[in-house]
Nanobody
Framework: VQLQASGGGLVQAGGSLRLSCEAS????????MGWFRQGPGKEREFVAC????????YYADSVKGRSIISRDNAKNTVYLQMNVLKPEDTAVYYC?????????????????WGQGTLVTVSS
C-alpha cells in the first residue's frame, strides 16, 4: 500500500483545510485509515481514524468538533476536513493504513504511512 497525502498549506487562524490521502493497492477498502500529526519539537500524535466502511470514527480531543474524517472507497481516498484552525494545529499531517488491528489511536498499529503534508496556521 502506498499513501499520498495532499492538501496542506498556509492558512490563517479560523480558516479551513481539507487534507486528502490517496492510496494504491487493493487493501484500502478493508483498512482502517488514520491521520496523525507531528508539530515542531513534538512527538507524533493521533488526530482521527475511520473504520474500513466509514461506520466508526474517532477523534483526538484536540480536534473533536472541528474536524471530520471521511473516506471514499471507490476513489481509494480518505479525507480530513479541518475547520476553525488554530496555530497549535501547525504540523506535518500523515495518513496511515491499519490493515489488521481495527480502529486505533496508536501509531505502532498502523502498517503503512504516507509522506506527510505540512499545515501551517498563522495567528
Amino acid at each position: 500500500v502506498q499513501l499520498q497525502a495532499s492538501g496542506g498549506g498556509l492558512v490563517q487562524a479560523g480558516g479551513s483545510l481539507r487534507l486528502s490521502c490517496e492510496a494504491s493497492g487493493r487493501t484500502f477498502s478493508s483498512s482502517t485509515m488514520g491521520w496523525f500529526r507531528q508539530g515542531p519539537g513534538k512527538e507524533r500524535e493521533f488526530v482521527a481514524c475511520i473504520s474500513w466502511n466509514g461506520g466508526s470514527t474517532y477523534y483526538a480531543d484536540s480536534v473533536k468538533g472541528r474536524s471530520i474524517i471521511s473516506r471514499d472507497n471507490a476513489k481509494n481516498t480518505v479525507y480530513l476536513q479541518m475547520n476553525v484552525l488554530k496555530p497549535e494545529d501547525t504540523a506535518v499531517y500523515y495518513c496511515a493504513a491499519n490493515l489488521y488491528s481495527g480502529t486505533s489511536k496508536y501509531p505502532h498499529q498502523y502498517d503503512y504511512w504516507g509522506q506527510g503534508t505540512l499545515v501551517t496556521v498563522s495567528s
